[in-house]
């Protein structure tokens, strides 16, 4: 397969960058979509030339780390999977294939296709977590949780923090992610006693961090590698007016 990838190139966020044209043969269609762009790298190297900069890590569609715009779509035109599960099955001979870094003011360049999502890390350490007394674990069915709950919860908890949801949105929001963080937590008994506190941390962290509001277009959840509801927003939005309005002051 021979195809035409027009990748974005950027030294660094403060940088002008600019999309760089690049040809590549022999590309077979059982290739992972990352696999292809290290045989892209690999030719680059060998010609002397800058390999093009991606973020990644496990490969498996679990860690999050393989974000980048594939002709315009977060994770590319596959549903429910991320950029390294991608194949190149789904593209075909002479193609074009556009590959940006997800855009947000809240997710800056650090290089080519990798963004920084710090911002994440920093709305999960305010708040996406519960204080507890550590000791033995105890036995998984001493405290009775409703399956719906827990099914629910878990549903959410299946969020890799990626950001496509971020990179779909239009108002660049960040509101999926935090819903999902703070419904895995105040779906359960565990997470219900500092749920107050937690949704008002994560939801104020969130704006600190500059990310957009929600105007329920839906572009996040369908463009979720995971699948996640926007069921957990409408749970997150209750939360937080509830939290709002029962406050301690």
Known sequence: MKLNLKIWRQKNS??????????????????????MMDVLNSELIEKGEEPVAFDHDCREGICGMCSMYINGEPH????????CQLHMRK?????????????AKAFPIIKDLVVDRSAFDR?????????????????????????EAADDSFNAATCIGCG?????????????????????????????????????????????EGFGNCSNTGACEAECPKGISLDNIARMNRDYLKSTLFKKK
């Open 91 to 103: 593209f075909k001979n002479g193609d074009t294939i556009y590959i940006e870094p997800f855009r």
């Open 164 to 208: 496509a949801c971020v990179a779909a949105c239009k108002n660049s929001s960040a509101m999926l992610f935090v819903g999902a963080k703070v419904s895995q937590f105040s779906l359960l008994p565990q997470g219900q006693v500092e749920a107050k506190e937690r949704v008002l941390s994560m939801v104020n962290q969130m704006d600190k």
């Open 76 to 83: 590319g035109p596959d549903k429910g999977v991320t950029t």
């Open 14 to 35: 403060k940088s002008k960058g600019k999309i760089v044209d690049y040809h590549i043969e022999n590309i077979s269609g059982d290739m992972s979509f990352l696999e």
């Open 123 to 147: 709305i999960q350490q305010s708040g996406g977590y519960i204080s507890i007394n550590t000791g033995s674990a105890i036995d998984a069915n001493t405290i009775p949780i409703k399956k």
